[in-house]
Nanobody, 111 residues
Framework: QVQPVQSGGGLVQAGGSLRLSCSAS????????MGWYRQAPGKGREFVAS???????NYADSVKGRFTISRDNAKNTMYLQMNTLKPEDTGVYFC?????WGRGTQVTVSS
């Protein structure tokens, strides 16, 4: 199983929180920079956040201060904690690990 496995997501009211998880095999997880992307209805896929093997992070301006990306190398799992969610955060969220993509998980934020 090379494709990362995603979990989390769902429906939440504006201002709420959700956490996404992305688990991958050790062979592609170790030493990799990985990230989260999202695709809103009718739009292209956009970068959300990334984390390096040393846990350095980078965020899209639209999510800075609200989202936190992290990784647990012992569990081969990456997380995206999303707080203060807005309706414009709605979309399908994908994780990417060493060029392998998860299947995506729906996040819907109601106003």
């Amino acid at each position: 199983q090379v494709q990362p496995v995603q979990s989390g997501g769902g429906l939440v009211q504006a201002g709420g929180s959700l956490r996404l998880s992305c688990s991958a095999s050790r062979s592609i997880f170790s030493g990799s920079t990985m990230g989260w992307y999202r695709q809103a209805p009718g739009k292209g896929r956009e970068f959300v956040a990334s984390v390096t093997s040393g846990s350095g992070t980078n965020y899209a301006d639209s999510v800075k201060g609200r989202f936190t990306i992290s990784r647990d190398n012992a569990k081969n799992t990456m997380y995206l904690q999303m707080n203060t969610l807005k309706p414009e955060d709605t979309g399908v969220y994908f994780c990417e690990v060493s060029g392998f993509w998860g299947r995506g998980t729906q996040v819907t934020v109601s106003s």
